[in-house]
């Protein structure tokens, strides 16, 4: 069937306004500065505070009066004002965190139209001695740090628990894992045995503290982390699939 060229071109405008739509709407989602948003808070401005991480990060440390809205859990999430208006401002630790950034692509392809990223961060804002939320207390507790060749020679008598996301997971997954992403955890920790050492990995070192210290407050008391994470792993030179 011969499809004339007025459909072609009408359809291919149609789609080339669709992509430059959210592509424009993605790429310029603002940055909000510390003193920014302090004054939009301390003005009672009418907006929704968003902290991009897990439940477990967000229970432990977070701007006073955010709410949560992890990254993997934007669509429908009922922390979502149901005014598609409503100025949005998505954070998580600073500029070399993600989440923040894609938490905020999401709401704007979820039709939300007023998004901000305050890039800076947690740690920011804390740094400046600004108020914060503390929901709970993760125990203060030693934790093994486990060379990922060690782990390896020793894999059929632990758990390897890899906390990783689908980005970071295509870069290789290890063998024999559970597989539970950390904003699941909260949810999903009951899969794992209480008699049997567990190793928590993740992509570069920087969430196992908090989940190992978190596990230790449900009652899992062997606990490990593998020592730079499942990037170790692999300059390490230690097999995985893709």
């Known amino acids: 069937m011969i499809v004339p060229k007025k459909i072609i071109a009408l359809c291919s405008c ?13 790429a310029e989602i603002p940055f909000i500065t510390t003193p920014e948003l302090k004054q939009k808070i301390d003005a009672g401005e009418k907006l929704v505070l968003a902290n ?33 208006d409503t100025l949005i401002i998505f954070y998580c630790l600073g500029p070399k965190c993600g989440k923040s950034r894609i938490a905020a692509e999401k709401a704007v392809k979820a039709g939300y ?21 503390h929901e709970v207390t993760y125990p203060k507790i030693d934790i093994d ?16 628990l890899d906390i990783r996301g689908k980005k970071h997971m295509a870069l290789g997954k290890i063998a024999g894992t559970v597989d539970i992403l950390l904003d699941d ?7 794992l045995p209480k008699d049997k050492k567990i190793v928590v990995a993740d992509h570069a070192g920087k969430q196992l503290n908090i989940t190992a210290k978190y596990l230790h ?15 170790a792993w692999l300059r390490d030179g230690l097999p995985v699939t893709k």
């Open 52 to 84: 991009a991480l897990s439940p477990i990060e967000f229970s432990e440390i977070a701007i006073k009066g955010s709410v949560n809205i992890p990254a993997s859990r934007v669509e429908g999430n009922p922390n979502l004002p149901s005014d598609k």
């Open 185 to 191: 955890l909260d949810q999903k920790y009951t899969q």
């Open 113 to 133: 139209t007023n998004i901000m990223v305050y890039n800076e961060g947690l740690p920011a804002w804390a740094k400046k001695g600004l108020p914060l939320d």
């Open 217 to 231: 407050s449900k009652g899992y008391t062997n606990i490990a982390i593998m020592d730079g994470g499942v990037s």
């Open 145 to 160: 740090r486990i060379p990922p060749k060690q782990i390896y020679a020793e894999r059929d008598s632990l758990i390897i």
């Open 14 to 26: 149609f789609l080339l306004s669709l992509f430059f739509f959210q592509g424009v709407a993605i």
